[in-house]
T-cell receptor
Framework: DAGITQSPRHKVTETGTPVTLRCHQTENHRYMYWYRQDPGHGLRLIHYSYGVKDTDKGEVSDGYSVSRSKTEDFLLTLESATSSQTSVYFC?????????????FGDGTRLSIL | AQKVTQAQTEISVVEKEDVTLDCVYETRDTTYYLFWYKQPPSGELVFLIRRNSFDEQNEISGRYSWNFQKSTSSFNFTITASQVVDSAVYFCALGGGGADGLTFGKGTHLIIQP
């Protein structure tokens, strides 16, 4: 299994609070991704990173920011959480710079915004 | 824009039946990659197969087989002699030639009844 750890695995918080999710990898892969999974939507890309300090927006980036100060860590921040951001969040990693290689996923973080 | 359609929201079959999961995609890229992922009830995402746009050869892996047809923009997945352990949500996904993440279908929930 790919060495991907997401933390926390579960979190319940209140509307308006800041939340940071962490994705840690031990594979030294250059590319990292954050997706959210919602019923009826499948997985949708939030942000991705193609190197340290290199990030870009995905399909549903509004309300989220990311940072990558080290190869192994990719952080997803909700500056002021809203109930619409209640979701399961998945981190993924990929070794090479094209989709020629599969992405491998972490086990997910279940986030509830009350 | 890329799009993946999995028209079957849920399929229920009796164990040992064959079942086909449909996936239709849209893309303007000439180089692209197609994937299938499995999400069992435990929630993790498991990579099953990757196919690039230049390789239309069908693939078989044990009870699993995949049929890629560019003429109909389809990448269908067949499970032969289904088993209860095949019960899961299956996602079809599409990636372009870059590293900007995958576009997922909404998933098909497969239920194998004993």
């Amino acid at each position: 299994d790919a060495g991907i750890t997401q933390s926390p695995r579960h979190k319940v918080t209140e509307t308006g609070t800041p939340v940071t999710l962490r994705c840690h990898q031990t594979e030294n892969h250059r590319y990292m991704y954050w997706y959210r999974q919602d019923p009826g939507h499948g997985l949708r890309l939030i942000h991705y990173s193609y190197g340290v300090k290199d990030t870009d927006k995905g399909e549903v980036s509004d309300g989220y920011s990311v940072s990558r100060s080290k190869t192994e860590d990719f952080l997803l921040t909700l500056e002021s959480a809203t109930s619409s951001q209640t979701s399961v969040y998945f981190c993924a990693i990929s070794e090479v710079g094209t989709n020629n290689q599969p992405q491998h996923f972490g086990d997910g973080t279940r986030l509830s915004i009350l | 824009a890329q799009k993946v359609t999995q028209a079957q929201t849920e399929i229920s079959v009796v164990e040992k039946e064959d079942v086909t999961l449909d996936c239709v995609y849209e893309t303007r890229d000439t180089t692209y990659y197609l994937f299938w992922y499995k999400q069992p009830p435990s929630g993790e995402l498991v990579f099953l197969i990757r196919r690039n746009s230049f390789d239309e050869q069908n693939e078989i892996s044990g009870r699993y087989s995949w049929n890629f047809q560019k003429s109909t923009s389809s990448f269908n997945f067949t499970i032969t002699a289904s088993q209860v352990v095949d019960s899961a949500v299956y996602f079809c996904a599409l990636g372009g030639g870059g590293a900007d993440g995958l576009t997922f279908g909404k998933g098909t929930h497969l239920i194998i009844q004993p």
